[in-house]
């Protein structure tokens, strides 16, 4: 059984910051393309970062500068560091397993994010 599990997303004041976890089990992250995606109301769902198994890394031009993708393959786990966050953040996070070869996409179950005063 394939499973992303998201955690870290809560409420924070402009300018705080937040980590979120995507823990994967069920495969290991080398075979897999892992990205944040978030879908605001209203709004289609939009990538956010992506990180490859050698490492690369992927950042929309909206969080550039203050987000940052990291894994720890040791506990099968991907991060997305956000800094300096902005109203414009608030979102449902979600975790996604890009398989390379046929392009099929895993999903998590989403985390809330919320950037208000």
């Known amino acids: 059984q394939l499973q992303l599990v998201e955690s870290g997303g809560g409420l924070v004041q402009p300018g705080g910051s937040l980590r979120l976890s995507c823990a994967a089990s069920?495969?290991?992250?080398?075979?897999?393309?892992i990205g944040w995606f978030r879908q605001a109301p209203g709004k289609q769902r939009e990538l956010v970062a992506r990180i490859f198994s050698g490492g690369t890394t992927v950042l929309a031009d909206s969080v550039k500068g203050r987000f940052t993708i990291s894994r720890d393959n040791a506990k099968n786990t991907v991060y997305l560091q956000m800094n300096s966050l902005k109203p414009e953040d608030t979102s449902v996070y979600y975790c996604?397993?890009?398989?390379?070869?046929?392009?099929?996409?895993?999903w998590g179950q989403g985390t809330q994010v919320t950037v208000s005063s």
């Open positions: 069920g495969f290991t992250l080398d075979y897999y393309a």
């Open positions: 996604n397993a890009l398989v390379l070869i046929s392009g099929y996409n895993y």
